[in-house]
């Protein structure tokens, strides 16, 4: 049977590889694939709250309320999954946390060198700090103009994407964090869950950081 969707597909690939935004390995989806390890949590937003802790001067802790008053951002990104496929041109909102450094809601220690992201059963996923300060990294709420759904990390995940025509470093997708509770400032690098499983503790997708 003829499949418009798979010569859609063939299609939009052709073009984001003519375009050099196609990782190597990479194949692009229509979908959005559901993939991680355990059950969904519940959220309950009277009880929920996120938490800023570490190399700061002082720890910061939101309700779910307030976390929803900080500044917004949105970005358009294209994210590419260790499993191998890549999505194009999705648009997220959130927070972004070099924002609420820059505007002073609250302050790094100059001795922060690395970001631990700790979600819902202990699940953790390390970054450098620099990566976590680019413009393609995001506390998300909103994903294409809707709230994230619970398989993809609802209320909130971290996410990181490449941004076409910026030069920033981009690691696969699995280095943001579904149901995401809080992020520690670290002056020394730690290991998450994946990465202790032998994923590649960089992870960039440009040069094929898979596994360790």
Avoid at 40 to 55: A, I, L, M, Q
Wanted: hydrophobic share 35%; aromatic share 16%; charged share 30%.
């Amino acid at each position: 049977m003829f499949s418009f969707e798979g010569q859609d597909r063939r299609k939009e690939e052709e073009r984001v590889r003519s375009e050099g935004r196609l990782p190597p390995g990479q194949s692009l989806t229509l979908k959005f694939p559901v993939l991680h390890y355990g059950p969904v949590p519940s959220f309950n937003p009277t009880t929920w709250d996120f938490r800023v802790w570490g190399e700061v001067e002082e720890e910061k802790r939101w309700s779910w309320a307030e976390f929803n008053q900080l500044p917004r951002t949105k970005i358009k990104m294209d994210i590419h999954c260790v499993t191998r496929w890549s999505k194009f041109d999705t648009e997220w909102e959130g927070v972004s946390v070099r924002t609420l450094v820059e505007q002073g809601f609250f302050k790094i220690k100059p001795s922060a060198k690395y970001v631990m992201q700790h979600a819902e059963y202990g699940f953790t996923v390390n970054l450098p700090l620099e990566v976590v300060l680019q413009d393609n990294f995001l506390l998300a709420t909103h994903f294409n103009g809707e709230p994230i759904d619970a398989d993809h990390g609802y209320p909130l995940r971290g996410v990181v994407g490449f941004i076409p025509g910026q030069e920033v470093e981009t690691p696969y997708l699995w280095k943001g964090a579904k149901w995401l509770r809080s992020i520690e400032f670290m002056p020394r690098d730690k290991r998450g869950f994946w990465e202790q499983a032998g994923y590649h503790n960089r992870a960039d997708v440009w040069r094929e950081e898979r596994f360790g």
